[in-house]
């Protein structure tokens, strides 16, 4: 996807990338879903790559991993 190419172009030129994880907001169904999936793909996918700041272990009182 579109945020991998940027994090490898950023890299590959020596750039120090640090990402912050979507925090939670009061989503249900398909929302909540997606939200999922694009914190999973930054801390599975792209935390090989850049540093990784975790916002939802922290601002979430429900267990969202």
Known sequence: GIMKKIV????DNGTEVI???????D???EKIEKWQEVNDFIVEKLAKRVKIFDTVSIVSSATAR
């Open 8 to 11: 490898d172009i950023l890299t």
């Open 19 to 25: 990402l912050f994880t979507v925090p939670p907001f």
């Open 27 to 29: 989503w249900e169904g």
